[in-house]
């Protein structure tokens, strides 16, 4: 599985953004899409998930209820709302793939940064 991201840029503190991933390749293998991220001079965390099928959801505490992860099972495709951004919500955001039968997220996309600014 293939995995390009886009969006990303400078947003100010309270701002939105819109991160998009688009899923090529063994799309029919996926069990799952996420979003993680790395800030600088710290280690990368979970920060949204989605299952493939059914579309459940799962959410890091430090973005629930500012953050909305959804897919299109069409379009192959997985976006991250943000809202009510914060300065720590700055750093590299990673889309990455679970397949069927994996336990883990074994394919990843490029980052792309986000920048909030107070």
């Known amino acids: 599985v293939q995995l390009q991201a886009s969006g990303g840029g400078l947003a100010q503190a309270g701002g939105s953004q819109r991160l998009s991933c688009a899923a090529s390749?063994?799309?029919?293998?996926?069990?799952?899409l996420a979003w993680f991220r790395q800030a600088p001079g710290k280690e990368r965390e979970f920060v949204a998930s989605?299952?493939?099928?059914?579309?459940?959801?799962s959410y890091a505490d430090s973005v629930k209820g500012r953050f909305t992860i959804s897919r299109d099972v069409v379009k192959n495709t997985v976006d991250l709302q943000m809202n009510s951004l914060k300065p720590e919500d700055t750093a590299v955001y990673f889309c990455?793939?679970?397949?069927?039968?994996?336990?883990?997220?074994?394919?990843w996309g490029r980052g792309t940064q986000v920048t909030v600014s107070s």
């Open positions: 989605i299952r493939w099928s059914g579309g459940s959801t």
């Open positions: 390749g063994r799309t029919s293998s996926i069990y799952a």
């Open positions: 990455a793939c679970r397949l069927i039968g994996s336990r883990e997220y074994g394919y």
